[in-house]
């Protein structure tokens, strides 16, 4: 017999093109042997291209969707991607500060196109990277954030190597092949979900992040070649 997987929440937006936020997140979990639940947080009209439009899903819907999760299914990981606002932001560091909790802290996305305020900003440093067992910021999002959250970071997107900080331990350097691709759409939002399944089934912070970035080092290996859309194509995530 089987057994029950765990489950991994990824609280995010929508990619109509299929790349990125909540489907990137929930292929990732298929593809590891989680259990992927979703709270959307936004609505966007995005392809290869860019985004066209963001609708952000109220406050107010967002937490019966956090509810429903919570309380019926006991995710062991959380997985946020872009939570569109400083009330959203709020509601899961105070929600889900006692699980596993990977924060990708969604604020530009590839195209250029900003996706959170400096509201949004401030909270997720009054609030939510505080509780986090783990950030992934890119170079741009370490940037608008800064560096000093007291809770560990793994910074990704810069050369063939990511760096895992944590609070009072030196600097762990973690080298991983770097693709030579274009079709990147996506490849954060899977490393960050790709980084809560593996902690869900049980891996040490460095050997989730290890297991994260293989992952998708593979991954964009496999799609090197495709052709999907007119401009930066997708991670394939199961295939």
Same mark, same amino acid.
């Given at each position: 017999m089987n057994a029950t997987p765990p489950v991994v929440v990824t609280i995010a937006g929508t990619d109509s093109g299929g790349a990125a936020g909540v489907a990137a997140d929930l292929t990732t979990f298929a593809a590891l042997g989680v259990h992927g639940a979703c709270v959307v947080t936004a609505v966007t009209a995005q392809d290869t291209l860019g985004v066209r439009a963001v609708h952000p899903v109220p406050p107010e819907v967002v937490e019966a969707q956090l509810d429903a999760v919570l309380e019926d299914l006991d995710p062991v990981a959380v997985k946020t991607g872009m939570l569109a606002d400083p009330a959203i932001v709020a509601l899961v560091?105070?929600?889900?500060?006692?699980?596993?909790?990977?924060?990708?802290?969604?604020?530009?996305?590839?195209?250029?196109?900003?996706?959170?305020?400096?509201?949004?900003?401030?909270?997720?440093?009054?609030?939510?990277?505080?509780?986090?067992?783990?950030?992934?910021?890119?170079?741009?999002e370490d940037a608008v954030l800064g560096r000093d959250h007291g809770t560990p970071v793994l910074r990704t997107g810069s050369g063939a190597a990511d760096v895992l900080e944590r609070p009072g331990?030196?600097?762990?350097?973690?080298?991983?092949?770097?693709?030579?691709?274009?079709?990147?759409?996506?490849?954060?939002?899977?490393?960050?979900?790709?980084?809560?399944?593996?902690?869900?089934?049980?891996?040490?912070?460095?050997?989730?992040? &290890?297991?994260?970035?293989?992952?998708?080092?593979?991954?964009?290996? &496999?799609?090197?070649?495709? &052709?999907?859309?007119?401009?930066?194509?997708?991670?394939?995530?199961?295939?």
């Open positions: 560091a105070r929600r889900c500060r006692d699980r596993l909790l990977v924060v990708d802290p969604v604020l530009v996305a590839t195209s250029g196109a900003v996706l959170a305020g400096p509201a949004v900003v401030a909270a997720y440093r009054e609030h939510l990277l505080p509780v986090a067992t783990v950030s992934t910021p890119n170079p741009d331990l030196a600097p762990l350097v973690l080298p991983h092949r770097r693709v030579d691709t274009t079709n990147d759409h996506g490849s954060g939002c899977t490393h960050s979900a790709a980084l809560a399944a593996r902690l869900a089934l049980g891996d040490d912070l460095p050997a989730a992040a &290890r297991h994260a970035a293989a992952f998708v080092g593979e991954r964009l290996e &496999r799609g090197r070649t495709w &052709r999907l859309g007119r401009g930066r194509g997708s991670v394939p995530h199961v295939l």
